[in-house]
């Protein structure tokens, strides 16, 4: 591949290393790719709120795809620009279909507010027994008409008797393509969006806005979540450390998260 014109990230499992952070030598890569006025878009499953501490690890400012490409949120003005919003009448009937076939689910939403920072409260919403398998401090626990009453980025579904892997194909058993399913983890813990919306169709709106070919996009994934958007690039680079899912679908496989694999690759070209 020729020098890219747009470089693309997931975030966890791949950018960051196994402890969460953002290596000196990934910071210094990205740094060098940003100073040649490339774009370095990151393209998470995480919500808008949970980006200001990477991009400053980073030290990358400028649109971000968040919630599995549902959100385009610009990280230097703090600011969501666009949320492809699941609807409520179709969470409530998502949500009675799959408590109704799949005894034992937990359900959480998460809402797009104007910035990462805003209506803190009203981001991340789960049910009781959701809370109870995810302690998560971020989260606010509310009924499950609360949940569905207002249209969502992002649809949670928690089973602790099954696999992602087995949940997402119940899952999409149940309730067809009314809802897109993925997962980036293996816990049990699935994320549905409308219909048509993964990380490849938010990262493909992101480039039209830049102006820049999908031949010339390279991106990094590591889950099941990403395997539309290493599909989608130019070239497609899975982490050592990746889903098999993901590796199979990737045009090459660099080092591990905990290798800078991400890195190693860029310095290609800068």
Known sequence: MREPGLVASDVDGTLLDPREEVSGRTAAT????????????????????????????LGVSGIAVCANGAVTYDTAADRVLHSHDIDPVTLHDVVRELRRELGGCAFAVERATRSA????????????DFHRNWMNTDIRVAPTDELTGKPAMKLLVMHPGLTSGELAAATQEIIGDQLRSTYSTDSG???????????????????????IARSDVIAFGDMPNDVP??????????????????????????????????????????
Not at 117 to 128: G, K, M, S, T
Not at 244 to 250: E, F, G, M, S
């Open 229 to 270: 958007m290493l599909t989608w690039a130019g070239h497609g680079v899975a982490m050592r450390n990746a889903h098999p899912d993901a590796l199979a679908a990737a045009d090459e496989v660099t080092a591990s998260n905990a290798e800078d694999g991400v890195a190693q690759v860029l310095e290609r070209w800068w």
């Open 189 to 211: 813990l699935i994320e549905l969006s409308a219909p048509g919306v993964d990380k490849a169709s938010g990262l493909a709106a992101a480039a039209a806005e830049l102006g």
């Open 30 to 57: 990205a740094g060098r790719v940003i100073a040649s006025g490339t774009p370095f878009v990151l393209v998470t499953g995480r919500p808008p709120r949970w980006m200001p501490r990477i991009v400053a690890a």
């Open 117 to 128: 920072r805003d209506d803190l409260r009203e981001q991340f919403l789960a049910e009781a």
